[in-house]
């Protein structure tokens, strides 16, 4: 039995290695000191300072030890918060999704940084036939360094556009583990579907049983035909298929599971746990308020329209010219004295017309895109969370309905026409009946939690919040 370990509140999944292991114990520990690292990144690069808060290996492995082997109990099968969590930690999306930050914050320091000095070292002789150093006055060793300065204001800009562009792949990053979370919700739920179904399959294979063995006695003392024997035996060896068909989607469930994991896609799988189901008691318009306020897409295409902003800015600051100061040394040999030379050069936006001027239009068309963007991603995000609002909401009226009405009913039809079966007042067809009508309001009833839980999850990640933080 695949069983998950639980240790001071930290949930370990029983197949991860112990690097997955470290890890989880490593941020459980020490608090959120894994977001504040997050967190404090883009402040560190900023301030060209990069600091490294991670403890010792032998450290943790030894924190590892402790805390597996004390105040050890079992959960179920399968968690759905320690596959998050893992998720989190070595989904290959998110982890791309965080190096494509970093790598994003790294250009703040370059950027507000000033280019290279040029250092340059000539010689200048008199005459062709013979080195004249010392000999003559024209000879001599020159020795100049150059260094180029933007224009003010320029290097403030180039801060800000890359300083923008690193929250936006910030605000991505957060909104890949969303989508992430979201994804192994969604894989979860099917999981225990398929296994869910497997059960009321070997439940409708029990009651058929009973009734082919009821048909079997009547049939030997004539009160009934070999059909009706015929009957209940066909649609025994009908669940054979059914039984093969959720058997190929609970493999599948689990190598998708195990793919959003990172792990080997034939990692075997425990039983997913029984679900419980969340409170959804939120208006449309409630929830639309704190997707627009939460919502990490829109943050990113925030961001674009910023960064968009300080590009333009940029394009009209290239109409000014940058300024290359030189400062040179020449070196003369006795009797002749040294020199020395200060010079300013600029460039000139001679082609205004067709670079600058160009280049402004270019970054104001980007501009005016990027916000088209965010109201389509404004648009998109209300759809999409009126959409599974809805299927929440008649998801869990249609549960209610199963459980308290449909479910109840068949139980109560399919008990009372056994008993007139045995009795010999109604036919074969009739039961078969009442029970396929039982087994598939039982199916609908799980499919309807299923689908109401993942309309949740869809809305978590639209909203930017779960549901426990948005009851906070």
């Known amino acids: 039995m695949k069983k998950s370990i639980i240790t001071k509140n930290i949930v370990i999944p029983a197949k991860a290695g112990i690097q997955t292991v470290l890890k989880i114990l490593d941020s459980r520990f020490h608090g959120n000191d894994d977001q504040m690292r997050e967190n404090s990144f883009l402040t560190a690069c900023q301030g060209n300072r990069i600091h490294s808060l991670l403890l010792a290996p032998c450290c943790r492995t030894l924190i590892a030890f402790f805390m597996l082997f004390t105040s050890i109990a079992f959960a179920g099968d399968l968690s759905l918060q320690a596959l998050i969590d893992e998720a989190l930690l070595n989904s290959p999306e998110i982890l791309s999704a ?136 066909i649609e025994k060896s009908m669940l054979i298929e059914k039984e093969q068909m959720l058997g190929q989607s609970l493999k599948s469930g689990e190598a998708e599971i195990n793919m959003i994991l990172g792990r080997n896609i034939d990692t075997p799988l425990g039983k997913p746990s029984d679900i419980k ?21 829109l943050t990113v295409r925030g961001k674009m329209i910023k960064a968009g902003e300080a590009k333009v800015e940029m394009a009209k600051k290239e109409y000014y010219p940058d300024f290359n100061l030189t400062a040179s040394v020449s070196k003369r040999k006795d ?118 839980e993942k309309a949740i999850a869809r809305i978590e990640a639209l909203v930017g919040q779960g549901f426990k933080e948005i009851q906070k």
Do not use: C
């Open 335 to 452: 009797p002749f004295e040294d020199m020395w030379s200060l010079g300013v050069g600029i460039n000139i936006p001679l082609f205004y017309k067709k670079k600058q001027g160009l280049a402004v239009l270019e970054q104001k068309s980007a501009l005016l895109q990027a916000r088209h963007e965010y109201e389509e991603k404004k648009q998109a995000i209300s759809f999409e969370l009126k959409d599974n609002f809805l299927m929440a909401k008649t998801a869990e009226t249609l549960t209610g309905l199963y459980k308290d009405g449909l479910i109840p009913q068949a139980e109560m039809a399919l008990k009372a026409s056994m008993a007139e079966y045995a009795a010999g007042k109604v036919e074969m067809i009739a039961l078969l009946k009442n029970l396929n009508t039982l087994l598939d309001s039982k199916l609908q009833y799980h499919s309807q939690i299923v689908e109401k």
């Open 98 to 233: 965080k190096e494509a930050w970093k790598s994003s914050a790294y250009k703040i320091p370059q950027a507000k940084t000033l280019p290279d000095p040029e250092f340059m070292v000539q010689y200048q002789n008199e005459g062709w036939d013979r080195y004249t150093f010392g000999e003559m006055e024209g000879a001599q060793w020159m020795f100049s360094a150059t260094q180029m300065f933007p224009f003010p204001g320029k290097l403030g800009i180039k801060k800000e556009m890359t300083r923008r562009d690193a929250e936006g792949f910030e605000a991505n990053y957060n909104n890949v583990k969303l989508r992430v979370a979201s994804k192994v919700k969604t894989a979860y739920y099917d999981l225990y579907f398929n296994h869910k179904s497997l059960e009321i399959l070997n439940e409708k294979r029990g009651v058929l049983e009973k009734i082919e063995s009821s048909a079997l006695s009547r049939y030997s003392t004539g009160m009934a035909s070999q059909q009706e024997v015929l009957m209940a035996q």
């Open 277 to 297: 189901q969340t409170a959804f008691a939120y208006s449309f318009e409630e929830l639309q308020g704190k997707a627009l306020n939460n919502s990490q897409e």
